[in-house]
């Protein structure tokens, strides 16, 4: 029986990037199969206004999702900074299971802590404001209740927008919060942590409590290329897709 577990994010799949919905369409039809679960952890796409929203290629990829889940692969979706209003409509037309924004599984005998990563980030404390604000019910229920057509144009311009910010903001602040990444592993009493987000792919050793420890931060997909942290009984090895 096969237990590879494969793990990705942030893909920022939209219609201005056909190169990385062609690739994660194959991904999901000849290499996902193969395994027992994939684990997406957090911005499929480069920005969600909502379940309603079947704009190209939203369709195609809910459909090959839902393809790949009926034939018994299980896939567990966080959602990431850029489309954390992905919601229960998707879970239900693509058959996946939406994870907590810090979900602890047993990868093959070892507590692991999963998550987007954009929580760790706690020096960029701008974005950690508009993260709390816009996590809440009523700004949520606020902006989906727009009509389809505004809210397309709102992302559009939050795209523009977050472009130029990041442009200003020093790369420091956007990284990881070393102190913050302890913390939330030792509440967890996990060892192992895998995450996305902040496009540095690595694997870093450390300690926590004397103990050793290890967070592997996954790559972004872009037209050029795209990894898959692959793990299986015997360990994890990176596979280029």
Same mark, same amino acid.
């Given at each position: 029986?096969?237990?590879?577990?494969?793990?990705? *994010?942030?893909?920022? +799949?939209?219609?201005?990037?056909?190169? +990385?919905?062609?690739?994660? @369409? *194959?991904?999901? *039809?000849?290499?996902?199969?193969?395994?027992?679960?994939? /684990? +997406?952890?957090?911005?499929?796409?480069?920005?969600?206004?909502?379940?309603?929203?079947?704009?190209?290629?939203?369709?195609?990829?809910?459909?090959?999702?839902?393809?790949?889940?009926?034939?018994?692969?299980?896939?567990?979706?966080?959602?990431?900074?850029?489309?954390?209003?992905?919601?229960?409509?998707?879970a239900k037309d693509t058959g996946v299971i939406l994870l907590d924004e810090y979900a602890?599984?047993?990868?093959?005998?070892?507590?692991?802590?999963?998550?987007?990563?954009?929580?760790?980030?706690?020096?960029?404390?701008?974005?950690? &404001?508009?993260?709390?604000?816009?996590?809440?019910?009523? =700004?949520?229920?606020?902006?989906?209740?727009?009509?389809?057509?505004?809210?397309?144009? &709102? &992302? $559009?311009?939050?795209?523009?927008?977050? /472009?130029?910010?990041?442009?200003?903001? *020093?790369?420091? +602040?956007?990284?990881?919060?070393?102190?913050?990444?302890?913390?939330?592993?030792?509440?967890?009493?996990?060892? $192992?942590?895998?995450?996305?987000?902040?496009?540095?792919?690595?694997?870093h050793d450390f300690e926590i409590d004397g103990q050793p420890a290890q967070r592997f931060v996954l790559s972004a997909w872009s037209k050029h290329a795209a990894e898959v @942290?692959? =793990?299986?009984?015997?360990?994890?090895?990176?596979?280029?897709?």
């Amino acid at each position: 029986m096969n237990q590879e577990i494969l793990f990705i *994010s942030d893909l920022h +799949i939209s219609l201005e990037k056909p190169e +990385i919905t062609r690739r994660f @369409l *194959s991904f999901l *039809s000849d290499r996902a199969p193969k395994a027992a679960a994939v /684990y +997406i952890l957090g911005d499929l796409f480069d920005a969600w206004i909502g379940d309603d929203d079947f704009t190209p290629p939203n369709n195609t990829i809910r459909k090959q999702l839902k393809q790949l889940t009926d034939s018994g692969t299980q896939v567990y979706l966080q959602q990431g900074n850029r489309d954390f209003l992905l919601g229960k409509r998707f879970a239900k037309d693509t058959g996946v299971i939406l994870l907590d924004e810090y979900a602890v599984i047993d990868l093959h005998g070892t507590p692991t802590l999963l998550t987007h990563g954009d929580l760790l980030c706690t020096d960029d404390r701008p974005y950690q &404001a508009f993260r709390a604000k816009s996590h809440t019910l009523e =700004w949520q229920q606020s902006v989906l209740s727009k009509p389809l057509f505004l809210r397309l144009l &709102a &992302a $559009r311009w939050y795209r523009v927008r977050s /472009y130029f910010h990041k442009r200003r903001k *020093s790369q420091d +602040i956007m990284d990881v919060n070393q102190d913050t990444v302890i913390n939330v592993m030792r509440k967890r009493r996990c060892l $192992r942590l895998i995450h996305g987000h902040t496009h540095r792919p690595a694997i870093h050793d450390f300690e926590i409590d004397g103990q050793p420890a290890q967070r592997f931060v996954l790559s972004a997909w872009s037209k050029h290329a795209a990894e898959v @942290l692959c =793990w299986n009984s015997n360990g994890y090895h990176i596979e280029a897709i």
